[in-house]
């Protein structure tokens, strides 16, 4: 999908986050749907008795809720991938201390030492002896 940047990481993970906000809200909105209550309505007849039938309403607060997510989730991805594009091609940009922390490196510098090897000469070799 994109190459391989410095923000790889942290935009994974809210894509997934979205993404997942907008699953929900499309899979809430095919299964529970819009809910149809029934209620009586009461009235007086002609012949003056209290007759009644019923109606029925559909709420749509469950409705609501589950486009209420998906268009979070939609519009999530959305910026989230403007914000993506934008800080790959600046490459630097005002986020980078939150996202990636910087190690201070420290510089040392060791003493410079000349030694050469001489091998030493042996005049004499001493062999023990056995008794």
Same mark, same amino acid.
């Given at each position: 999908?994109?190459?391989?940047?410095?923000?790889?990481?942290?935009?994974?993970?809210? &894509?997934?986050?979205?993404?997942?906000?907008?699953?929900?809200?499309?899979?809430?909105?095919?299964?529970?749907?819009?809910?149809?209550?029934? &209620?009586?309505?009461?009235?007086?007849?002609?012949?003056?008795?209290?007759?009644?039938?019923?109606?029925?309403?559909?709420?749509?607060?469950?409705?609501?809720?589950?486009?209420?997510?998906?268009?979070?989730?939609?519009?999530?991805?959305?910026?989230?991938?403007?914000?993506?594009?934008?800080?790959?091609?600046?490459?630097?940009?005002?986020?980078?201390?939150?996202?990636?922390?910087?190690?201070?490196?420290?510089?040392?510098?060791?003493?410079?030492?000349?030694?050469?090897?001489?091998?030493?000469?042996?005049?004499?070799?001493?062999?023990?002896?056995?008794?």
């Amino acid at each position: 999908m994109f190459k391989k940047d410095r923000y790889c990481c942290l935009f994974s993970w809210i &894509y997934v986050m979205f993404a997942s906000i907008l699953c929900t809200g499309m899979i809430l909105g095919i299964i529970i749907g819009p809910e149809e209550i029934e &209620y009586p309505i009461y009235y007086m007849s002609q012949n003056g008795t209290l007759e009644h039938s019923y109606d029925t309403i559909t709420t749509s607060q469950n409705v609501g809720l589950c486009v209420t997510l998906s268009i979070i989730g939609f519009f999530g991805i959305a910026i989230t991938i403007c914000v993506h594009q934008i800080l790959k091609k600046n490459g630097t940009s005002e986020l980078e201390p939150l996202i990636r922390k910087e190690v201070p490196t420290v510089s040392v510098q060791f003493p410079q030492v000349n030694y050469q090897y001489q091998p030493h000469q042996v005049n004499q070799v001493v062999v023990p002896r056995m008794m």
